[in-house]
């Protein structure tokens, strides 16, 4: 796949399919995560992947009550003014991020695969998140769906508890990641221009480049 296409393309894909991923498309997946920058190339990672039925109905009571807290603290409000505003177009995109997420939550026994990062030591995520990302376009290069979440900080006792993870070697949390075969299709997500969101040398100047839309466009 060329790497303009995974970069443009792997965008949260939370609908999928409950068919297992394969071994070796995991081996794949963790082998590139391991491949990502890491500073002072300490290496001071560690990934869980999780496909017990178990431990994924464990953890999907915990999501669910994530989310609930989620939904109805940080984003009260813009849920609240996108119900009040449903046919402007931003509502309509957000309405539509919600449902999807709500569709993750709800079907989180599903999902074949959570992929979870954690460093050691590091709470900047300076290692973790690019070897995370590296994880994604991995498996977007499968075919394999994957969506980022940092959802389970709210109640991040009882998720680390249900993963065993050791209380007192300095593990540090960094994403869950859902993967599975999408059921929907791929595509270059929508966004405000690269132009309105960057400046050049000093904040609030002119980048001084004009980009009008994706510059790769498959």
Do not use: H
């Amino acid at each position: 796949m060329d790497i303009r296409e995974a970069l443009y393309t792997t965008r949260a894909m939370r609908r999928v399919k409950p068919d297992p991923i394969p071994e070796d498309v995991i081996a794949r997946i963790l082998d590139a995560a391991i491949r990502a920058p890491s500073g002072g190339n300490a290496q001071n990672w560690r990934f869980l992947v999780v496909d017990d039925a178990a431990v994924k109905g464990r953890l999907g009571e915990v999501y669910r009550g994530c989310m609930e807290v989620l939904w109805s603290t940080i984003y009260k409000d813009k849920i609240a003014a996108a119900e009040a505003t449903s046919d402007d177009p931003e509502s309509i995109q957000w309405m539509k991020v919600k449902r999807s997420a709500d569709w993750l939550a709800e079907n989180f026994e599903t999902v074949p695969l959570f992929f979870f990062g954690f460093a050691q030591g590091d709470p900047t995520g300076g290692s973790i998140f690019p070897a995370i990302w590296n994880a994604m376009l991995a498996a977007r290069a499968e075919g394999v769906g994957a969506s980022l979440t940092s959802a389970f900080m709210l109640k991040l006792d009882e998720a680390l508890a249900i993963l065993e993870v050791p209380p007192d070697e300095g593990w540090i949390f960094g994403a869950c990641v859902s993967m599975g075969y999408p059921t929907g299709r791929w595509g270059v997500a929508p966004r405000r221009s690269a132009t309105e969101v960057s400046y050049r040398n000093t904040w609030g100047s002119d980048v001084g480049i004009r980009i009008d839309g994706p510059l790769w466009k498959g």
